[in-house]
């Protein structure tokens, strides 16, 4: 719509800088014009800063989720820690095997399983608690692939700016033309002018026509930024909650099972347990990069709505 009312005010615009003699059109006309084409660039600016404030609160609540879920990583991976000390403990020269006890003395029987299967109660206490964090995490990393697609789908639905950036430019073109045009008419001694439309034409000529569509591309390049980065944490997300059940399976998990891992499973939970905590570390910065891209939008939105705002003041 906008884009056929620019063209038919353009030619109105350009039969004015071109007429006869004497003057076609009059102050009033230059005024109108200018007006209809610069109202409402305000108003579609503040719909981008708004856009700009609900992405920013999807993706700082999507950061807290992801630094929680490493908050709790970490807790986990401590309880991990005091597990496989007293495991190790407990089954140090063979007292977790049938072979290991069936080759002790009593003593030995006495000393290395069954002084040690006291902590089997502290152990069980911090399995269970191991479990419990690990399902949090898990599903606070599943939280974060929520607000990382509805990031992407906000941003993605309003980086194309092009009507914005037609309308700015539509304005800057009729205020260069009013200029030209209110100038023949000044230079014409026979015209009479409407001493209030003078003051708003200067008004006109000094506060609209300043945006710099510039700053309209810049939007559109931070937007596809938020959309680029919130893809990123998505697939993070989706693929450290998949780690992080992994490191929460049962076998990892319960007791029975915990003390019959070998070597190379104890590595494989380990090396699970870190690269959920890695992908819970690597979706609060994508976090933090989304929310920190959104601010500045904001900031940038905000001066440019001032500036339209002036301008339109002026038709009031």
Known sequence: MHKYLFIILGCLFTSFAHGADEPVITAEDIFNATKTVCSGISDEIAQVAKISKINTAVTAAGTAV??????????????????????????????????????????????????????????????????????????????????????????????????????????????????????????????????????????????????????????????????????????????????????????YTEQTKRVRLDQKETETKNALNTTANVMAGANTATGLVETGLNISLITLTKRLIAQAERCEEIFK
């Open 66 to 251: 992801a630094g929680a879920a490493l908050a709790v990583g970490i807790k986990k991976s401590d309880e991990e820690e005091k597990i496989d000390e007293i495991i190790s403990k407990m089954c140090n020269n063979g007292g977790c095997t049938p072979e290991g006890v069936a080759a002790m003395s009593d003593e030995e029987f006495w000393n290395k399983v069954v002084q040690p299967m006291g902590q089997i109660v502290e152990l069980q206490k911090h399995i269970e608690n191991s479990k419990k964090l690990g399902n949090w995490r898990t599903g606070l990393m599943a939280g974060t692939i929520g607000t990382n697609v509805a990031s992407a789908i906000i941003s993605g639905l309003n980086k194309d700016q092009s009507e914005l950036v037609q309308h700015i430019t539509a304005c800057n073109n009729a205020v260069k033309t009013a200029q030209d045009t209110y100038k023949q008419i000044q230079n014409n001694t026979e015209t009479t002018l409407n001493i209030n439309i003078i003051s708003k034409l200067d008004d006109v000529n000094t506060w609209c026509g300043n945006i710099n569509t510039e700053d309209i591309e810049k939007i559109e390049k931070r937007m596809t930024g938020v959309m680029g980065t919130s893809i990123a944490g998505g697939v993070i997300g989706v693929v450290g909650t998949a780690t992080s059940a992994a490191a929460n399976a049962d076998k």
